[in-house]
């Protein structure tokens, strides 16, 4: 995979990630009564891409929309999966708090420079 491959890839992670678990989700409800094992295969997907998604690492305000999404869609499934609600929840906020504050830090270093600058002119 070439650098811009698997940087397109990773920017799409929770993109993919929150669309699988929607279509697990698809399937769990459409087809109703399923087979022990093929229930239990559905349940341990869905919660390893929970864990994945509310674990995923954020770039972007995308990012933090798409996790601040799923914990909502988490609180109003109908099915529930309160197990998981919290953390969503949590980790999302988290997310948006330290992506908005590495960006403040960010700009006050940007206009110390500039200040700096304009001071030697």
Known sequence: MTGAAREASERSFLRRMTSLYAELDTVWSRHGELPDEVSDAIVDAAGLLCDAIINAPIKSEEDIARKLRFAADLVSSKDGVMLAERPAVERALHDLIAFREAELRV??????????ASAHH
């Open 107 to 116: 700009d006050e270093r940007l206009l110390d420079r500039l200040q700096l």
